[in-house]
Nanobody, 122 residues
Framework: VQLQASGGGLVQAGGSLRLSCAASGRILSGSGMGWFRQAPGKEREFVAG????????RYADSVKGRFTISRDNAKNTVYLQMISLKPEDTALYYC????????????????WGQGTQVTVSS
């Protein structure tokens, strides 16, 4: 499985961005997809996750109500819609795939994209 993240950019506080993660290769129905982020000097942290089938999602408390994860199975793509962005959302955002299940633990994911930079100015 290969993952290609895109959609990052520079936005003012309060603005919006939509990240995309295009997956190639075989995605099993029990797979989980996650978005993580890493700011300079900080550890990689979980942002949101979704199962490749079904409707179960999970969010970090810091993004609940502002970020929405979704997927388009026909396009093999997972999205992260981000609104009401804050300067503290500035980070390199990664998408990841887990062969089975979906967790908030980065080390449990099997495949990673290259990251897309999100910068929120105040």
């Amino acid at each position: 499985v290969q993952l290609q993240a895109s959609g990052g950019g520079l936005v003012q506080a309060g603005g919006s961005l939509r990240l995309s993660c295009a997956a190639s290769g075989r995605i099993l129905s029990g797979s989980g997809m996650g978005w993580f982020r890493q700011a300079p000097g900080k550890e990689r942290e979980f942002v949101a996750g979704i199962y490749w089938s079904g409707y179960t999602t999970r969010y970090a408390d810091s993004v609940k109500g502002r970020f929405t994860i979704s997927r388009d199975n026909a396009k093999n793509t997972v999205y992260l819609q981000m609104i009401s962005l804050k300067p503290e959302d500035t980070a390199l955002y990664y998408c990841a795939a887990k062969v089975t299940g979906m967790t908030a633990v980065a080390a449990s994911y099997d495949y990673w994209g290259q990251g897309t930079q999100v910068t929120v100015s105040s």
